[in-house]
């Protein structure tokens, strides 16, 4: 038997899948914002990127999508959908290696033709670079910048790439605070479902979805 708080995240589900249902529900909202926290979805764009954008439309939230340039060139209609339902859109590299592993020329063309495709998609140039796996070093660094990108990791982990169920991907977004940033995936079943919750739980605490700042790389007002 389902609890009743699963409930949201099955009409969202519902929702991306038939594109009839209709939620009645007014979407979680902090009366004050006291504070900003970054959601960030890996890996897109991908057919799993519409639900996903419906589910944080209609939760109020805005996120940062951080797109493989393989996926932006094969996905070009998901990237215009991100940017149109006012989400963010930053580089995660165009094929996803170890880019610690690779030489200067092969890391640079990895970030240059991930920002030509995001761009000729309709994303916009990005200014945020979240590098795959989170590993970096100092030639990494050096490429990004290069670019004029700000890189960014993660403060909270959802582990949703580890097979974490929707409830530890609720408690992780639980644990996020003021300027911080959670690690999620555009392909995960169960980060999809977590939506509605991880909207209710950052309201109740006075917590805003907020944009990246490439200058501090924070959480701060959109």
Same mark, same amino acid.
């Given at each position: !038997?389902?609890?009743?708080? &699963?409930?949201?995240?099955?009409?969202?589900?519902?929702?991306?899948?038939?594109? &009839?249902? &209709?939620?009645?529900?007014?979407?979680?909202?902090?009366?004050?914002?006291?504070?900003?926290? /970054?959601?960030t979805?890996?890996?897109?764009?991908?057919?799993?990127?519409?639900?996903?954008?419906?589910?944080?439309k209609?939760?109020?939230?805005?996120?940062? !999508?951080?797109?493989?340039?393989?996926y932006?060139?094969?996905?070009?209609?998901?990237?215009?959908?991100q940017?149109?339902? /006012? !989400?963010?859109?930053?580089?995660?590299?165009?094929t996803?290696?170890?880019?610690?592993?690779?030489?200067?020329?092969?890391?640079?063309?990895?970030?240059?033709?991930?920002?030509?495709? +995001?761009?000729?998609?309709?994303?916009?140039?990005?200014?945020?670079?979240?590098?795959?796996?989170?590993?970096?070093?100092?030639? +990494?660094?050096?490429?990004?910048?290069?670019?004029?990108?700000?890189? $960014?990791?993660?403060?909270?982990?959802?582990?949703?790439?580890?097979?974490a169920?929707?409830?530890?991907?609720?408690?992780?977004?639980?644990?996020?605070?003021?300027?911080?940033? $959670?690690? !999620?995936?555009?392909?995960?079943?169960?980060?999809?479902?977590?939506?509605?919750?991880?909207?209710?739980?950052?309201?109740?605490?006075?917590?805003?979805?907020?944009? $990246?700042?490439?200058?501090?790389?924070?959480?701060?007002?959109?």
């Open positions: !038997m389902r609890s009743a708080r &699963t409930l949201p995240a099955l009409a969202a589900v519902a929702l991306a899948a038939t594109g &009839t249902l &209709t939620l009645h529900a007014t979407p979680a909202r902090a009366a004050t914002c006291n504070g900003y926290v /970054g959601l979805y890996d890996d897109g764009p991908s057919g799993n990127t519409p639900a996903l954008l419906n589910a944080l209609q939760n109020g939230l805005r996120a940062t !999508m951080f797109n493989e340039g393989q932006a060139a094969a996905y070009p209609a998901q990237v215009k959908a940017v149109a339902a /006012g !989400m963010w859109v930053g580089n995660h590299s165009y996803h290696p170890h880019l610690t592993q690779l030489t200067q020329a092969q890391i640079d063309s990895e970030l240059s033709r991930t920002q030509s495709a +995001v761009a000729a998609a309709g994303g916009g140039t990005p200014k945020l670079f979240r590098p795959p796996y989170g590993e970096t070093n100092a030639t +990494v660094k050096t490429v990004a910048a290069k670019y004029g990108l700000t890189q $960014i990791i993660w403060d909270v982990d959802s582990q949703d790439w580890n097979g169920g929707t409830d530890a991907i609720v408690a992780a977004a639980g644990r996020l605070t003021g300027g911080q940033i $959670i690690l !999620m995936h555009d392909w995960a079943a169960n980060t999809l479902a977590a939506v509605p919750r991880i909207a209710q739980g950052l309201a109740a605490r006075g917590l805003c979805a907020g944009q $990246i700042s490439p200058t501090t790389g924070r959480a701060v007002a959109p």
